[in-house]
């Protein structure tokens, strides 16, 4: 039920600021617009199932942990 609350949230979000953009031809607007609000949308939909996210911090670790291991 809170699915559909979030989603008719977001959508009348998105009809009511992208139509105005697109009149104006603000096409990076746009396309920040619409990134940003998928993102806060899916952020929002994992909050919602519980779902637990590792840190931000192990993600770094393991992009550097090969970087590391060449100077050992």
């Known amino acids: 039920m809170l699915n559909f609350f979030l989603l008719l949230i977001v959508g009348t979000m ?3 600021q ?3 953009l697109i009149r104006k031809k603000w096409w990076k607007e746009v ?3 619409s990134i940003l609000l998928i993102a806060g ?3 929002s ?3 919602l199932k519980l ?3 590792s840190s ?3 993600w770094i670790a393991w992009l ?3 970087i590391n291991r060449l100077f050992d």
């Open 51 to 53: 779902i637990e996210v």
């Open 41 to 43: 949308t899916v952020s």
């Open 64 to 66: 550097y942990r090969p």
């Open 45 to 47: 939909f994992i909050a």
């Open 31 to 33: 396309a920040m617009y």
């Open 18 to 20: 992208l139509p105005g």
């Open 56 to 58: 931000p911090f192990e």
């Open 14 to 16: 998105g009809a009511l």
